[in-house]
């Protein structure tokens, strides 16, 4: 079946320091991918996304690009912010229209120190 | 902006006992979908829900889960008896015809 996975935490950084969070897939097809954060307390949020190859997705500084050669989303930001604190989570979904579910990497805690 | 909210937020019950967590999805939304995530773990699916029946579930999902949309506007997850396991926060999260699940923030079960 699909699968996710993240490179394993957690990530410890100073602030303004450049940031890559691995993320490869294992699909059949060209599913979509997506980054999402989970801030301390707080629900799951959409980052950012990419729905086929060579896309960019983008938001609040970070960017990950949908790379099917190397079946991989990784996360990147130039410069990081303690505000970024939080566990980001690397998920995909079929493209088939329906009811497609979202399968989640383990997700991956970053720290970032003032 | 349009968010899944969801009741309450924290619960606490002792084994055995039932357990509704409630959610109301994005109003517009056709697709509804339950996850859990057991404390420092992965986000796992539990079920989608579409048109007013399950369109798929997984392993985690046994006979002591139901889902229900009572109304026009909320989505609920019975647990019937619930045990140490199931302590975990639940997302409840809804989806329009385009490829994007926006989840609430979350429901944590304790059970004692």
């Known amino acids: 079946g699909d699968s996710v996975t993240q490179m394993e935490g957690p990530v410890t950084l100073s602030e303004e320091a450049f940031l890559t969070i691995n993320c490869t897939y294992t699909?059949?097809?060209?599913?979509?991918l997506f980054w999402y954060v989970q801030y301390p307390g707080e629900g799951l949020q959409l980052l950012l996304k990419a729905t086929k190859a060579d896309d960019k997705g983008s938001n609040k500084g970070f960017e990950a690009t949908y790379r099917k050669e190397t079946t991989s989303f990784h996360l990147e930001k130039g410069s990081v912010q303690v505000s970024d604190s939080a566990v980001y989570f690397c998920a995909l979904s079929s493209p088939e229209p329906g009811a497609q579910k979202l399968v989640f990497g383990q997700g991956t805690r970053l720290t970032i120190n003032p | 902006e349009p968010e899944v909210t969801q009741t309450p937020s924290h619960q606490v019950t002792q084994m055995g006992q039932e357990v509704i967590l409630r959610c109301v999805p994005i109003s517009n939304h056709l697709y509804f979908y339950w996850y859990r995530q057991i404390l420092g773990q992965k986000v796992e699916f539990l079920v989608s829900?579409?048109?007013?029946?399950?369109?798929?579930k997984s392993e985690i999902f046994d006979d002591q889960f139901s889902v229900e949309r009572p109304d026009g506007s909320n989505f609920t997850l019975k647990i019937r008896s619930t045990k140490l396991e199931d302590s975990a926060m639940y997302f409840c999260?809804?989806?329009?015809?385009?490829?994007?699940?926006?989840f609430g923030e979350g429901s944590w079960l304790t059970v004692v």
């Open positions: 829900f579409y048109n007013n029946e399950i369109s798929e």
């Open positions: 999260a809804s989806k329009d015809r385009g490829n994007t699940i926006y």
């Open positions: 699909a059949t097809g060209y599913p979509s």
